[in-house]
């Protein structure tokens, strides 16, 4: 079985056993976690879309805070002297998809 489901804002392809890094979110290791904002399931060839989905994806936190790449925002005009130089890292957090219910 296949899921579109939402989390932070962002749209997931999952399936069951699946591990994918996710914008983090609240919580620590080995806890629960329920995503009932599915947009789309495939069941075997059976699409279902819309307010007709009544699935919900159940997850575990494998790792609770991951740094992302940093990313650095440089800003410079020529010949004024000016420079900026702001740098960022996202924390992500690691889940693995128990079930698809």
Excluded: C, W
Excluded at 15 to 35: M, N, Q, R
Excluded at 48 to 60: C, I, Q
């Amino acid at each position: 079985m296949l899921a579109v489901v939402k989390i932070a804002g962002q749209q997931f392809k999952v399936k069951a056993g699946d591990s994918l890094y996710v914008p983090h979110l609240p919580g620590k290791t080995g806890d629960a976690l329920e995503f009932s904002e599915v947009l789309m399931t495939d069941n075997d060839g059976t699409l279902t879309l819309g307010s007709d989905v009544k699935a919900v994806v159940k997850a575990e936190i494998v790792a609770d805070l991951i740094k992302g790449d940093k990313v650095i925002a440089f800003k410079m005009k020529r010949r004024k002297g000016f420079r900026k130089k702001h740098g960022h890292r996202t924390h992500y957090t690691k889940i693995k998809v128990t079930a698809i219910a």
